[in-house]
T-cell receptor, first 114, second 111 residues
């Protein structure tokens, strides 16, 4: 059974600071995704990481993937209040075919304070 | 506008009642999915479908049923066999092997 663990589960950080969210998974994977969820809302897609060493960046967020360590990171640079949300990683196991059968982590709730 | 729609936004169910949640997409995606999210938790896969007239159980299919008669539509029925249905239900769709895009969700409450 594929297990996906995120840490920390809750993160309170000041504006302007940097921090990293970690996503560990237990089996080999075809793809890893990062999503953002605002309170009471649906999920917004952020990144898809397809191969070892992949790095994607959008604004103050940068995601990377190390398939050998089965680890993905989401790095936040110079946080701003608008980044406050819950961030989920989701892992697609190898060989799931045309439908991506994802297993989600429990999420990291990020709170950026002034 | 291309996207995924879910209805209703809020739904209340009485004990012993079946209810159906609607999910429609006009993105021409082949695959569609249903997830359940409980407060403070991640998403869990209920059912998914790769093509019309075909669907597979996810991790928590008991008490739920689906159909996929049209490419655009993937309704979810929450049956009376689902003992704890109160949750946030999210529908998603994707191209083959691509990023999943999510609808706005339906919040189901048992009275």
């Amino acid at each position: 059974e594929l297990k996906v663990e995120q840490n920390p589960l809750f993160l309170s950080m000041q504006e302007g600071k940097n921090y990293t969210i970690y996503c560990n998974y237990s089996t080999t994977s075809d793809r890893l995704y990062w999503y953002r969820q605002d309170p009471g809302k649906s999920l917004e897609s952020l990144f898809v990481l397809l191969s070892n060493g992949a790095v994607k960046q959008e604004g103050r967020l940068m995601a990377s993937l190390d398939t050998k360590a089965r680890l993905s990171t989401l790095h936040i640079t110079a946080a701003v209040h608008d980044l406050s949300a819950t961030y989920f990683c989701a892992v697609e196991p190898e060989g799931t075919g045309t439908a991506s059968k994802l297993t989600f982590g429990t999420g990291t709730r990020l709170q950026v304070t002034l | 506008d291309g996207g995924i729609t879910q209805s209703p936004k809020y739904l209340f169910r009485k004990e012993g009642q079946n209810v159906t949640l609607s999910c429609e997409q006009n993105l021409n995606h082949d695959a569609m999915y249903w997830y359940r999210q409980d407060p403070g938790q991640g998403l869990r896969l209920i059912y998914y479908s790769q093509i019309v007239n075909d669907f597979q159980k996810g991790d928590i299919a008991e008490g739920y049923s689906v159909s996929r008669e049209k490419k655009e539509s993937f309704p979810l029925t929450v049956t009376s066999a689902q003992k704890n249905p109160t949750a946030f239900y999210l529908c998603a769709s994707s191209m083959r092997g691509g990023m999943q895009f999510f609808g706005p969700g339906t919040r189901l409450t048992v009275l």
